[in-house]
């Protein structure tokens, strides 16, 4: 079936840099319609969007906070999506969740389970 | 940055009834291209409506409105409802989210 699974996380400490990773599974990867976004949520908060990368890898947006700090990169004969995350801040401090943009559908309607990330000393 | 504010806050309702939740944004939205999304505590969030009005999901939501103001209606409130309801707007990067209403029962 359609799957997406996150792996990755964990505690680190503040300014060091960690990557997560998002399997995909059960769709075409490279198809054109498929962007993948990473979106976050701190605890007992709101959903926050994080990034996109377009289906080819060749358009890649970024939410201010993350901006020049995170990095999305996809692998497509791997069917892998990551997320290059360096200077980790507290704030920073989520579940991540990695997610299908479908554009005939134009919403996310895949999502992974996500992944927690700890920022720390 | 298009800003999403989504209203009201907490919408405490009986199962049975109707629920209506607003999502209102700062600019238009490109295309109407707003989504919503039901998340339950310790699950990822569920695409419900794409497109402002088109379904991916069962025929008791609903979505509607245009350019700045959106709503999503529940017409016939389940148990399982009950959750926290998110729109979301793909028009123009930043692909942000409106803050969460929270629909508890009454």
């Known amino acids: 079936q359609v799957q997406l699974v996150e792996s990755g996380g964990g505690v680190v400490q503040p300014g060091r840099s960690l990557r997560l990773s998002c399997a995909a599974s059960?769709?075409?990867?490279?198809?054109?319609?498929?962007?993948m976004h990473w979106v976050r949520q701190a605890p007992g908060k709101g959903l926050e969007w994080v990034t996109v990368?377009?289906?080819?890898?060749?358009?890649?947006y970024y939410a201010d906070s993350v901006k020049g700090r995170f990095t999305i990169s996809r692998d497509t004969s791997k069917g892998m999506l990551y997320l290059q995350m360096n200077s980790l801040r507290a704030e920073d401090t989520a579940v991540y969740y990695c997610?299908?943009?479908?554009?005939?559908?134009?919403?996310?309607?895949?999502w992974g389970q996500g992944t927690t990330v700890t920022v720390s000393s | 940055e298009i800003v999403l504010t989504q209203s009201p806050g907490t919408l405490s309702l009986s199962p049975g009834e109707r629920a209506t939740l607003s999502c209102r944004a700062s600019?238009?939205?490109?295309?109407?291209?707003l989504a919503w999304y039901q998340q339950k505590p310790g699950q990822a969030p569920r695409l419900l409506i794409y497109?402002?009005?088109?379904?991916a999901t069962e025929d008791r939501f609903s979505g509607s409105g245009s350019g700045t103001d959106f709503t999503l209606t529940i017409s016939r409130l389940e148990p399982e409802d009950f959750a926290v309801y998110y729109c979301?707007?793909?028009?123009?990067?930043?692909?942000?989210f409106g803050q969460g209403t929270k629909l508890e029962i009454k």
């Open positions: 997610g299908r943009y479908d554009a005939s559908v134009q919403g996310m309607d895949v």
């Open positions: 059960g769709f075409t990867f490279t198809l054109s319609n498929y962007g």
């Open positions: 990368i377009s289906y080819d890898g060749n358009t890649k």
């Open positions: 600019q238009s939205v490109s295309n109407n291209y």
């Open positions: 497109g402002a009005s088109s379904r």
């Open positions: 979301q707007q793909f028009g123009t990067s930043p692909y942000t």
